[in-house]
Nanobody, 122 residues
Framework: QVQLVESGGGLVQPGGSLRLSCKISGSIFRAYTMAWYRQAPGKQREFVASITPGGSTNYADSAKDRFTISRDNAKNTVFLQMNSLKPEDTAAYYC????????????????WGQGTQVTVSS
């Protein structure tokens, strides 16, 4: 019912940058934490970063210092700015919405979309 469409991926050289975008309905955007995940071939989907409606952020260790998650409340859009990209960042990137459990883990509630492919290669 809630459509999640990621965009902004592409092919970049190591050290390059990309900015991913995901737009969602305003009711979901205002009520839930938004998050980015990624999945490389043969690997499980992994958490990358999240941002709450109030703007608090959380990052996986692999994303700290290089990636920045942000949100545009006027456009109901969440972004992932990726700098200093490495070959190991190559993956399909997905956005979703959800909340943090009592254990502190992020629980995604939306359906998974097609994602946007990020390829980092010389």
């Amino acid at each position: 019912q809630v459509q999640l469409v990621e965009s902004g991926g592409g092919l970049v050289q190591p050290g390059g940058s990309l900015r991913l975008s995901c737009k969602i309905s305003g009711s979901i955007f205002r009520a839930y934490t938004m998050a980015w995940y990624r999945q490389a071939p043969g690997k499980q989907r992994e958490f990358v970063a999240s941002i709450t409606p109030g703007g608090s952020t959380n990052y996986a260790d692999s994303a700290k210092d290089r990636f920045t998650i942000s949100r545009d409340n006027a456009k109901n859009t969440v972004f992932l700015q990726m700098n200093s990209l490495k070959p190991e960042d190559t993956a399909a990137y997905y956005c979703n919405y959800g909340f943090y459990s009592d254990r502190g883990s992020f629980i995604s509630r939306g359906s998974w979309g097609q994602g946007t492919q990020v390829t980092v290669s010389s």
